[in-house]
């Protein structure tokens, strides 16, 4: 399955989504555009306990030797391939998204390279989808959120479901990754869907 995405990792709580995410697309033999945030750095650290200082080590244990490859690209390099609309790709996905990072996208300021990418995919007409983290929410934040939406971005919030009976945070993890899977339109069965074999009691 061949695929050429940009995921970018910001500084909300949630980081082991946007891991995930980025290893489920590698395993499917996809390329992935891979942008961290300062704060996402961080948070790598706090939530996964990623070695920070060691940044390329860090990627390539986690991202190394699958199906697909990773091109990881540094959040002040404005000149990166991913920055111009003459780049193709078939979207983005910001997984987490941060409160910050969303109003910088709602409000087209492009002050990073993840920033000016998500700008990229609003105006070459590319899926964009955001997976906000954060609660509760204040008005500013769902304003910026209907902004993007009424432009067309998906909003997908990180909200657990419990109807599939998560027994693991893991799982929980590939309940979240798998809706924003399907909103990529990728194949997936990364969780059990309502209807399938929900009738039978789970051991």
């Known amino acids: 399955m061949s695929g050429n995405w940009v995921i970018g990792i910001t500084g909300a709580s949630g980081a082991a989504y946007g891991v995930r995410l980025i290893q489920v697309l590698l395993d499917l033999g996809m390329q992935v555009h891979v942008i961290i945030t300062e704060a996402g750095w961080r948070v790598l650290h706090d939530e996964l306990d990623w070695q920070v200082t060691k940044r390329k080590e860090m990627l390539q244990q986690h991202f190394g030797n699958r199906l697909g490859a990773y091109e990881f690209h540094p959040i002040a390099d404005i000149g990166a391939s991913v920055a111009s609309g003459s780049f193709r790709t078939k979207g983005m996905v910001v997984i987490p998204c941060s409160m910050g990072t969303l109003s910088g996208i709602a409000h087209g300021s492009s002050d990073n390279l993840l920033e000016r990418t998500a700008d990229v995919m609003l105006k070459e007409g590319r899926k964009l989808i955001l997976v906000p983290r ?43 990754v798998g809706k924003v899977l399907d909103s990529m339109e990728i194949e997936h069965s990364l969780y059990r869907r309502w209807g399938e074999d929900h009738e039978q009691p789970r051991p």
């Open 134 to 176: 954060e609660t509760p929410l204040h008005a500013i934040h769902l304003e910026n959120m209907l902004t993007l939406s009424k432009m067309g971005v998906r909003m997908l919030p990180a909200m657990p479901a419990f109807y599939n009976r998560p027994r693991s945070i893991e799982e929980m993890v590939d309940f979240l």
